[in-house]
């Protein structure tokens, strides 16, 4: 009887403890669970990512002025240290040949260091200004008037009549001596450029063709021939003539003042010897425009994708590369003009 008695009390207490543990687990809600949405609540949406932007990459085929190509060049190797998928293939070759590449399709962009035609924009050219430089007469160190030209510089009509019309052959014609006989050696450039025609214009005419003088390919040709011969003149791009590393010229070539008011002479703010004062003769509009000029890249259409990518970074963040280089930036208000043409 005893042993029956402690069998069913063992069974009422293991019951009971049942009982117990199972109104815990009905009453406490688990810890995890989320609380019931109201009736007729509306879940918010998840938040997505914002939306990356797709990597660039490419390759940008650039052909064109011999006057921005060491500038070019600089923007395609500091581009690629932001965007190293895209690659670059610029090639100089004169303004003639890059606008030529790019009507033919022959390249993304043409580098071109003049006025753009009505007729090249008819056959779907289109173009923005991206930086300003300007085109400079030169002679050899050893001119035998260097020292007189030094000082009273060179009248816009003495250019117009070596240049255009041939009037004046000596260099004693030039500094009114006429002791003086020694003959002016005259270079102009033989590709199509756009130094060439800005010197053309500046000097009374109207185009490349109507300077007068022998035909020199390239720019770096031009520097070549006028430092061997100390009778010679001929005309450089800003970037070209100075050592951008020194500011100074590059040794045995001098800049012959050009006597803009034409009093007779040379003044202080007419003579450039060093970068400096050149670069702020241009960018403050003391040179004259021509030979001043901007310089422009062309595409065939409106540029889209990669090439509108480079373009407006050039206009932009770009613009921080060009003094240091030889080049005169965009004004904020020539910056704003051309990125408002590309949209």
């Not at 990459?57 to 060049?73: C, E, K, N, Q, W």
């Not at 200004?129 to 050893?142: L, M, Q, R, Y």
């Not at 020292?147 to 009248?155: D, W």
Request: glycine share 10%; hydrophobic share 40%; proline share 6%.
């Amino acid at each position: 009887m005893r042993k029956q008695t402690l069998t069913l009390l063992s069974v009422l207490t293991v019951l009971s403890m049942l009982l117990v543990a199972c109104g815990a687990t009905a009453t406490e809600a688990p810890a995890t669970e989320a609380p019931a949405a109201e009736a007729g609540a509306t879940e918010a949406p998840a938040t997505e990512a914002a939306p990356t932007e797709e990597p660039l990459s490419g390759t940008l085929s650039i052909s064109g002025a011999f006057a921005l190509y060491p500038m070019m060049t600089v923007w395609a190797e500091e581009f690629t240290k932001l965007h190293p998928d895209v690659q670059f293939d610029v090639q100089g070759g004169g303004a003639g040949k890059g606008m030529t590449d790019t009507i033919a399709g022959a390249v993304d962009i043409g580098m071109i260091s003049r006025t753009i035609k009505e007729e090249e924009t008819a056959q779907g050219i289109f173009w923005v200004s991206v930086t300003k430089d300007a085109v400079f007469p030169i002679i050899n160190a050893e001119n035998p008037v260097a020292a007189q030209l030094l000082e009273k510089g060179i009248t816009q009509e003495i250019y117009n009549k070596i240049y255009i019309t041939g009037e004046i052959t000596t260099w004693g014609e030039v500094v009114g001596d006429p002791s003086i006989t020694d003959k002016i050696n005259v270079f102009t450039r033989s590709d199509a450029s756009g130094a060439a025609e800005q010197w053309a214009k500046y000097s009374g005419g109207a185009a490349q063709e109507d300077l007068k003088g022998i035909g020199v390919n390239g720019e770096p040709a031009m520097l070549d021939t006028v430092l061997k011969d100390p009778l010679g003149i001929g005309f450089g791009n800003l970037n070209s003539i100075f050592d951008l590393s020194s500011g100074t010229l590059v040794p045995g070539i001098v800049i012959p003042p050009i006597d803009i008011n034409e009093n007779g002479v040379a003044d202080p703010e007419e003579v450039y010897t060093v970068k400096e004062d050149a670069f702020g003769a241009v960018a403050n509009g003391t040179y004259p425009s021509p030979p001043a000029r901007f310089e422009n890249l062309a595409t065939l259409g409106k540029p889209e994708g990669l090439e509108l990518a480079f373009i407006e970074w050039i206009l932009t963040d770009g613009q921080q590369y060009l003094e240091s280089a030889g080049f005169v930036p965009l004004t904020p208000e020539q910056q704003a003009e051309s990125l408002a043409k590309l949209k």
